[in-house]
């Protein structure tokens, strides 16, 4: 963790810049790290101790620009400060490193296997996720864990990530109605987080499903009714 002066004259988190002003070249650097979000406040609807940032910039020194992942994840912070919610992420503010970053590999590399690895393991951050979705033969998804200071390569697809209490993968499925490749959240048994829109679809399922059983009920004990009127029995006697 880093270390910062509490008498020190820092700048807060408003007065500083909130983005780097670099647009994503890809939709993709946007929607992955947005779905990993929305499924965290799904599969953590009660905690309040979370906060995961999309294109925030991740300032570690007040004399240096901030650093801009694609997404990032941070435990044992405060999950909203205010209605306004956070311009950027401070480390002397939070005093909390992430403990996962994720890069989206777009057609235009950007550092994401030597200068940007290289910072966020100077920084000290658990975990760092890579995501090419144009590599062909190399695995399009590497998860790095910290261990003495260097990166070392989790194989597996999901990978759990015990500390977080999560697995972290990709696989087929279907977000904002694009079927592709997305990542996921995982619960330790491997069985990924559902979408949004794959929960709520697979609500009204349930409910269809209720709904036909209890008219199948209802067909037969109707059809119970009159086979015992047949035999002359009177059905309402019997209750």
Known sequence: MLNYNPLACLPSSEELPDSDDTPVDNELQDLIPGLLKALLAMAWPERMDW???????????????AIVPDGFLSLGVERFYDQNLRPSYVLWEEKKLPVLVLEVVSQTYRGEYSTKKAEYARLGILYYVVYNPFRRRKPRLEV???????????????????????????????YLGIPREWMYWYHQEGQRFLTPEEDKKLAQQEAQQAKQEAQQAQQRAQLLAERLRSLGVDPDSLT
């Open 51 to 65: 906060f995961f940032g999309v294109d925030m910039g991740i300032y570690y020194d007040p004399d240096l620009p």
């Open 144 to 174: 790095y864990k910290l261990v003495n200071n260097v990166y070392e390569f989790q194989d597996g697809n999901p990978v759990w990530l015990p500390e977080i209490g999560l697995g972290i993968g990709i696989e087929q499925g279907t």
